[in-house]
């Protein structure tokens, strides 16, 4: 079967993170949907008309909407991409579940308001949706998860996560990678919070697990770079996430080679880079 796939929000991560559609690998829904050989971007949508435009002509589709109630009322979907602004996600959701489409691509976070978010999961109507937290479909971390669960690097001590922008935006693909390696948490403790001129705030603060497993989040104030970085220490060894999980280092515990009197951590091998592209 081919399914046909539409995308709501024709921005950066919709498709616009890739200059070349043929390069061979992808960081958006439209390549995503180009590289899946049963789907077919059959049609998308946004309000900006230039936008749209271009779109259409970068990843060769010729339905093209202003409007996604048209869109939803004039197509017959399998799939669609929700890739608008945070505050328009509710209203596409409920719009996509009582048209009947029959799966949904939600960009993250799924609301900012828990209520929403509450009601989205009684609209689903069992219906698959999937949220880009996009490391979970990342192969070198799926496997360093199953690893951590065996018990493979020693025993979760700590976690520490530096995180920039908002919350919403940025930290909260931490929040769920840690609960996808660990599980749900039992609480959160807020340490400080930041005042941004943008609507996401930020926060210092720490996620607790019921083993006695703590994760502080740490955000780093507006520098000029992107950078997100997540350090798990256990009583064996240092795992580290960086460059946006790119990258995959490990520290082992080695003798300490002068005083032979203590363990030390020690990097044997170069960072190397997760399969982040498939």
């Known amino acids: 079967n081919i399914y046909r796939a539409a995308i709501i929000g024709c921005g950066l991560v919709a498709g616009g993170y890739d200059p070349d559609p043929d390069k061979g690998w992808t960081a958006t829904h439209a390549g995503g949907y180009r590289l899946c050989p049963n789907t077919d971007i059959w049609a998308v949508c946004d309000i900006a008309p230039k936008v749209l435009s271009e779109f259409g002509k970068k990843w060769e589709v010729q339905r093209l909407y202003r409007d996604y109630s048209e869109m939803l009322e004039n197509e017959r979907l399998d799939i669609i991409s929700i890739c608008l602004p945070t505050v328009y996600h509710f209203d596409a959701y409920r719009s996509a579940c009582r048209a009947g489409v029959r799966a949904i691509f939600l960009e993250k976070p799924v609301s900012s308001q828990i209520e929403q978010a509450v009601e989205m999961e009684l609209l689903r109507d069992g219906r698959p949706i999937a949220v880009n937290y996009f490391r979970r479909w990342n192969p070198t971390l799926q496997t360093l998860k199953e690893e951590l669960k065996k018990g493979m690097y020693g025993k979760p001590l700590r976690v520490t996560v530096h995180y920039v922008k908002g919350l919403l935006e940025n930290g909260s693909h931490f929040v769920d990678l840690l609960r996808w390696f660990f599980g749900e948490p039992i609480g959160f403790k807020v340490l400080r919070v930041f005042t941004r001129s943008q609507d996401d705030s930020a926060a210092d603060f ?53 005083f032979k009197k203590f363990q030390i951590l020690e990097r044997n091998k170069p960072p190397v880079e997760t399969e982040w592209r498939n």
């Open 206 to 258: 720490e996620m607790i697990w019921s083993t006695g497993l703590v994760a502080t989040f740490l955000h780093v104030p507006e520098p000029n770079y992107v950078f997100h970085e997540v350090d798990i220490f256990t009583d064996q060894t240092r795992v580290t996430i960086s460059q946006r999980g790119q990258f995959l280092s490990m520290s082992y515990s080695v003798e300490e080679p002068h």
